[in-house]
């Protein structure tokens, strides 16, 4: 699912993971479904190769200096996020706070709901 | 969150919005729903190379709020669900019934599958939390 504006057709490149096959066994038990799907070491030959590659040191962070937030110049573009999402199948869930319906800047305004939040606020089960 | 101070008590439900604002605080930007190790590493190395915080919940319960942060990449590790019990394993000086137990699973799970089996677990005293 596309988190922000589609990626016009033109630039769009779709990689293919090479997410390989463990092998099943380890120490005779078998792995679950989850950890048999891995990335292999040299996976991705695309434009978006170098966001997630291996032994890389990344980004270097002077000391008294701050990892990238949203609005810095270092902070990800809509593309890079696309991108990931992407790559992930689609896994990546873009946070929104719990009581953002009683509010009008977040796009989820629903004064029912709202009310609903208030009333729960409290309880433990509340999600 | 144990203690909503980690997150910020940044946007709380109210009748008058006029007189108060909603913003992320200490939660996440975006978080990483894992159901597999491959989405696992894209996330680690997606996080290094841009060099962007990372942060890992299960359940949420760290005491100190580690398991969220303002500006963070999550990678959310509920979801890794699975759970075997098996008769006998070996490992180094160990050999006997042991589990095999998904990022995600929770206390009282496990006791339950242990108990079938007539054998115990040493977990934790928190029903809903996990173990890893």
Known sequence: ?127 | MMWPLWQGLSCLPTDDVHNATCSLGGYPIYAVNATSVAQIQLAVNFARNQGLRLVVKNTGHDYQGRSSGAGALSIWTHNLQDLDYLDEFAMGAFSGPALHVGAGVVTVDMAKMADEHDASVVAGMCAVCCIL
């Open chain 1, 1 to 127: 699912m596309k988190l922000h504006r589609s990626i016009p057709v033109i630039a769009v490149v779709r990689f293919a993971l090479a997410v390989g096959e463990r092998a099943r066994l380890i120490d005779g038990v078998p792995f679950f479904e989850y950890e048999t799907k891995i990335l292999d070491s040299n996976p991705i030959r695309s434009q978006y190769a170098d966001l997630f590659a291996f032994d890389t040191p990344g980004p270097l962070i002077p000391p008294g200096e701050c990892k990238p937030r949203p609005g810095d110049s270092g902070w990800p573009s809509p593309e890079i996020w696309d991108a990931f999402d992407d790559a992930l199948g689609g896994a990546l869930i873009r946070t929104v706070p719990l009581a953002a319906p009683c509010y009008h800047t977040w796009d989820v305004y629903d004064a029912a709901k709202c009310q609903s939040i208030l009333r729960n606020w409290t309880n433990p089960s509340l999600q």
